[in-house]
């Protein structure tokens, strides 16, 4: 004798996910930060705020507010960069309050994201 049907299982999620702060930060290759690269400050100060991961990403052309073309040259270069930082959102706000007048003119996107850990 078989009894009322079982239910079937909720589904469960294969992997951990909570939710995030992803932001952008475009800047120049010549961009500078007293005598550093800005991208090599901006890398290092998220590494020393605890941030889980920050990556730049070189373009090859754009352009931004000034609407003047940013581009890899053979002889100089002024190629647009961003740099990608992802963590939970208390890390990332806490990281971006830290940075003061270090972004003053520069493009910042900000977008709520879900991370999920594998």
């Known amino acids: 004798m078989t009894g009322p049907p079982v239910p079937p299982a909720e589904p469960t999620a294969p992997y951990p996910r ?3 702060t992803r932001v952008s930060i475009h800047v120049t290759v010549q961009d500078r930060s007293g005598h550093r690269s800005l991208t ?4 290092q100060r ?13 373009a090859v052309e754009g352009f ?4 003047r073309t940013h581009r890899t040259h053979l002889v100089g270069e002024d190629a647009p960069v961003a740099v990608v930082v992802v963590d939970r959102p208390e890390v990332v706000e806490a990281f ?16 709520d994201v879900e991370i999920v850990e594998v």
Do not use: C, Y
């Not at 090599?40 to 890398?43: A, C, K, R």
């Not at 590494?47 to 990403?57: E, I, P, S």
């Open 96 to 111: 971006l309050s830290e940075l003061g007048g270090l972004l003053d003119g520069v493009l910042v996107v900000r977008e």
């Open 46 to 58: 998220a590494r020393r705020a605890g941030v889980a991961g920050a990556t730049v990403f070189r």
């Open 64 to 67: 931004g507010a000034s609407g």
């Open 40 to 43: 090599t400050e901006l890398l």
């Open 18 to 20: 909570h939710p995030g």
